[in-house]
């Protein structure tokens, strides 16, 4: 059988409303990193995005550490995370994503990358695309059997009761969720087999403003804010959950509304490019700070915006803009995220 390459689509996980259970079920905790192939041939290592991006150059600490990991040829799956004293910071990986060399060296220094690895492709000249879950689990461990620092093996349960304290706990060290995985499925590259359990919480926002959708016939996304103790109002992330004529109705709804915010009338606002975003226009239109949207969300990013792009519920006519504060949001509590990735050492 022919040794898949890097140009692999990973295989993805469909949201769940609950946990599956049943003898043919297994769990692993959600990381939120980047999800990344690594293939070793020889003294080579590659380490690939889910996007096709070579990830070598912003992670050299990762690709030393590889150098260490035994085996002559292999290709595992896995997630690059960054971990901070307050658990996982996906702001702070995104940071690396830096096109000069100079900062790259330094964020690696000292705020060095992990990998977590969850599951193998090949070992050797064999494929394992073709072979159920628990063979190429007992195929990573031999891979990881001794990994160097930095280099994790994800720890996994049959026992859903176990899963669901994973759910709760480590929220507070930064994962996204619990991933559930069928013991003798394939490995099925794109498609989404997988199912993942995440967070989801509600929130009522104010809207501050909206972006064009692209052939600027309506709305792209509603740009939503909170304000903080001081009243301050931030920009916390944004909703694009709409119809194509529920996008035309809110250009048409929303135009009277239209302002031009300064800085003295808001903290953080939107329009930063992120380093993923490939060149794409970030700029929005602000309105008056006079409606309320509810809206549910996965995780509040270092507390201080929507990790994803939030899903719209309702308009709240019934709730004034200055009760929209960041003192909704319910924080987990803090869990030590050394205890989760050195559980399998």
């Not at 080579?44 to 996007?51: A, F, H, L, N």
């Not at 929220?171 to 989801?200: C, N």
């Not at 501050?208 to 304000?227: A, C, F, K, P």
């Not at 929005?284 to 929507?306: H, I």
Request: charge should be negative; hydrophobic fraction near 40%.
């Amino acid at each position: 059988m022919t040794v898949p390459d890097l140009g692999l689509e990973p295989m993805l996980a469909a949201v769940a409303e609950e946990l599956p259970e049943g003898p043919t079920w297994t769990y692993e905790p959600k990381w939120d990193g980047f999800r990344t192939l690594v293939r070793r041939s020889g003294d080579r290592i590659e380490m690939v995005s889910r996007g096709g991006r070579d990830l070598n150059r912003y992670f050299p600490e990762l690709v030393e550490a590889f150098s260490h990991l035994g085996g002559e040829q292999w290709l595992i799956d896995g997630e690059v995370i960054l971990a901070l004293d307050h658990g996982l910071d996906f702001d702070a990986l995104q940071q690396r994503i830096h096109p000069a060399a100079s900062r790259i060296k330094m964020l690696a220094e000292t705020t060095p990358a992990s990998y977590v690895a969850f599951d193998a492709l090949a070992v050797g000249d064999e494929s394992l695309v073709a072979s159920p879950l628990e063979e190429r689990r007992q195929r990573l461990e031999q891979v990881l059997q001794d990994p160097p620092e930095r280099i994790y093996l994800t720890p996994r349960t049959a026992d859903p009761e176990l899963a669901r304290s994973w759910f709760w706990s480590y929220e507070g060290a930064g994962l996204d969720g619990v991933i559930g995985k069928r013991r003798g499925e394939h490995y099925l590259p794109g498609k989404r087999a997988w199912v993942k359990l995440k967070h989801r919480r509600t929130a009522d926002c104010v809207l501050i403003g909206y972006r064009l959708s692209n052939d600027g016939s309506g709305v792209g996304s509603l740009l939503l804010g909170l304000h903080d103790e001081g009243g301050v109002l931030h920009y916390v992330g944004h909703t694009s959950s709409f119809d194509a004529a529920t996008r035309r109705a809110l250009l048409k709804e929303l135009q009277p509304m239209r302002i031009e915010p300064t800085a003295e009338e808001m903290g953080r606002a939107p329009g930063a490019l992120s380093r993923w975003s490939q060149g794409k226009t970030q700029d929005w239109v602000g309105v008056r700070p006079e409606r309320v949207v509810e809206v549910s969300y996965e995780k509040l990013q270092a507390g201080q915006r929507f990790r994803h792009a939030a899903r719209f519920l309702r308009w709240r006519e019934d709730k004034t803009p200055a009760e929209c504060s960041f003192e909704q949001i319910s924080l987990p509590a803090a869990f030590d995220l050394g205890a989760i990735i050195s559980s399998t050492r």
